[in-house]
């Protein structure tokens, strides 16, 4: 038997799969490019859909249990105004943030640049911080519901 090759929780056909279906492609075009059934298809993209969701919800779990402070940037939000806001509610609360302001603005553009143009938010950020210092930028409120969509 051939070892499958895992990239995450997700085999490379998976991968494969979950990214033609993004395409827009249907189960039917998907076999027949790939040589295989369409339930095939529909079981591997099935069980990758449900990987993705184990691994989002260990995810937020594990982050959630440590998180001391939640705070949302909303659209409009100058970029530059972002650090400062953060040092000061982490400050409020007590926590030493990991990083200096520069470190800061940089992981915010990089880690929500979706959300960011130019030195811009133009979608609300969520910003969660740790109790060590860490935090985590995100385009999505952890505590909203998420939907996977292919």
Known sequence: MVKKE??????????QVLSMRKMGKKH?????????????IYILEK??????????DTIKAAISGNVVLKIKVEKGTKLIEVPSLLIKKADEAGIKLKGNFTKIYDDIHYEASGSVKGNEVVK???VYILTDGSFYVLSEDLEKEEQVNY
């Open 6 to 15: 895992k990239i995450g929780l997700l085999t490379e056909r998976q991968l």
């Open 28 to 40: 039917e075009e998907i076999a027949k490019e790939l040589g295989t059934s369409p339930e095939n």
């Open 47 to 56: 069980r990758a859909l449900k990987n993705l969701k184990t691994a989002f």
């Open 124 to 126: 609300d950020i969520y």
